[in-house]
């Protein structure tokens, strides 16, 4: 896995990653300074999100696929003395989040735009803040500037949370989330510096410069030994793994999708940092550890798979139902890395890209639910399809997504996620064939008893059918899961270059990878 790298000045004339991660932020300054009328406040941060997503569209459509080249890369000197830089770049590996994160942002100021009067300002400033931070996270090759953007996410998504969630619990759901990801972090942070003394101690051996780096590319060409491999991955694994989470970190997350505003657990839902953390760095850094621990990684994956079906399957309120939903999807994708193989590592990657569309979309669906009759529980439903069709029918495509329907995107994930698995061995496959029955069965009991079983509780007011704006946000995510799960292909382009060569670097080695590029050991 030897990086060439295009420069983005070479390949679109201006520093593209810098404008995505920095212009949510100025904006956010700009509403702070700027703005009073709260009619122009939600106009100016929705135009902010819509040129967001212009330009990482412009981003995804200048992208060349079928290769593993680090393309739109830009570099400048932060602090050298210790090998800290600004270095930004795409392939197939985060290509597609950058427009995912622009999508549900826009998706989410759309939804707000009736929806959310309190503090309206704080508000917006914090989704714009936000943005900027997830699209830092995304595009940063470099480990330290990567880990600034990972803390300083935290700040928005602690008051999105405590500010504007809806539940009684918000502000403890506020602080253990961040609790969580603060403790993963420091252990992450350690990691990180002990690669960097890794490279160190290789750079004075080899009287090589610079003598320090965090750098993702320079730290790809030293491999670390063997014996030091299996702590390091550990500290990297433990960050990740309570930001995902991975189970058994995972009980932040239902209090979260629960206690917190709606657009929270559509980015929560829908934005997967944690397993991009492994298949971004801890994967093609520590291949040899990978492997090593890949049983207990894939047994994670499917206990999480398991585990997360059967809570959902007793449960009665719709968000509490699709966090263990999404908990159990995270084990799939798990399963999928930790396969370690072409069609795994190919498949995950797709289905944290499908569950931007498929499970933030049900969340979106949930909002709407609970702005009409305001409740998430069950108890408060019953015939709804007789009265909102047309929310019925996107819940049913969106559901059917989510478990896996052939023609939606899930189907496509899913299927390469166990092919991966049976080819690394048949029983991890069987075991994650049983979560995609449980589901199934989750999601289609709730659907038939809240939208065509007897209603339990006449409605207070008359409930409306989808508002035109509601109406676009349903029709986009639909469009989207219709789109991968029929013609695949332009997005599997995309991450097949970058997925096959860390597939090989898996295979082969990190030291025969190093050797390859005149690297020693």
């Known amino acids: 896995m030897i990086l060439d790298e295009v420069a983005a000045t070479q390949q679109i004339g201006f520093p593209i990653l810098t404008i995505l991660t920095f212009l949510p932020i100025v904006g956010a300054v700009a509403l702070w300074l700027f703005q009073k009328d709260e009619d122009l406040i939600r106009k100016s941060a929705l135009a902010v999100a819509g040129l967001e997503l212009f330009i990482s569209v412009l981003l995804m459509w200048n992208f060349t696929p079928n290769s593993a080249q680090i393309q739109f890369s830009e570099r400048a000197d932060w602090i050298p003395a210790i090998g800290v830089g600004y270095h930004m770049g795409v392939d197939g590996i985060n290509v597609l989040f950058i427009p995912l994160t622009a999508f549900l942002i826009f998706l989410i100021m759309v939804y707000s735009w009736d929806t959310e009067r309190n503090l309206l300002k704080p508000y917006l400033m914090a989704l714009l803040g936000l943005e900027g931070t997830i699209v830092g996270v995304f595009a940063s090759l470099d480990l330290i500037l990567f880990f600034f953007f990972w803390e300083l996410m935290l700040v928005p998504s602690y008051f999105l949370i405590k500010l504007w ?17 603060l403790t993963g972090s420091v252990l992450m942070l350690v990691g990180m510096v002990l690669l960097n003394l890794n ?30 491999q299996a702590l390091i991955f550990f500290l990297m694994f433990f960050g990740f793994a309570f930001k995902a989470p991975v189970f058994p970190f995972h009980t932040w997350l239902p209090t979260a999708l629960v206690e917190g505003p709606i657009v929270m657990s559509v980015l929560l839902a829908g934005v997967k940092l944690g397993t991009f953390g492994f298949i971004r760095f801890t994967i093609p850094l520590l291949p040899e550890a990978s492997k090593e621990w890949f049983w207990l990684m894939a047994g994670l994956g499917l206990v999480a798979i398991i585990y997360g079906a059967l809570i ?20 799939f994708v798990m399963l ?14 797709l289905q944290m890209i499908n569950l931007g569309f498929s499970t933030a979309g049900l969340f979106f669906m949930a909002g709407f639910l609970y702005n009409r009759t305001g409740s998430a529980d069950l108890s408060a ?35 390469l996620i166990l092919l991966g698995a049976f080819r690394a061995h048949w029983a991890l496959a069987a075991i994650g064939v049983l979560g995609v029955i449980l589901g199934a069965a989750y999601f289609l009991w709730y659907y038939e008893r809240a939208f065509f079983g007897p209603m339990t509780h006449e409605p207070k007011r008359p409930l409306h059918d989808l508002r035109p704006r509601e109406w676009g946000i349903a029709v986009a995510l639909c469009v989207m899961v219709l789109w991968i799960g029929l013609y695949p292909a332009p997005f599997l382009n995309m991450i097949n270059g970058s997925v096959q060569a860390l597939a090989d670097r898996v295979q082969q080695g990190s030291v025969v990878q190093a050797v390859k590029a005149g690297k020693h050991p």
Do not use: M
């Open 165 to 181: 969630g809806t539940g009684p619990n918000r502000q403890y759901a506020a602080l253990k989330y961040v609790l969580y990801t």
């Open 199 to 228: 490279y160190h101690a290789a750079a004075v051996a080899s009287r090589t410069e610079p003598l320090y780096s965090f750098d993702f590319i320079d730290l790809l060409n030293v491999p670390v030994p063997p014996e030091k």
């Open 312 to 331: 959902a399957l007793v449960q009665t309120d719709f968000r509490r139902l699709l966090a263990y939903s999404s908990i159990s999807h995270l084990g």
């Open 336 to 349: 999928g890395l930790f396969a370690l193989n072409f069609q795994g590592l190919q498949g995950s990657l």
């Open 381 to 415: 439903y019953g015939g709804l399809a007789r009265h909102v069709p047309l929310l019925a029918t996107f819940t049913l495509v969106l559901g059917l997504a989510s478990i896996g329907l052939p023609g939606t995107n899930g189907f496509i994930g899913e299927f």
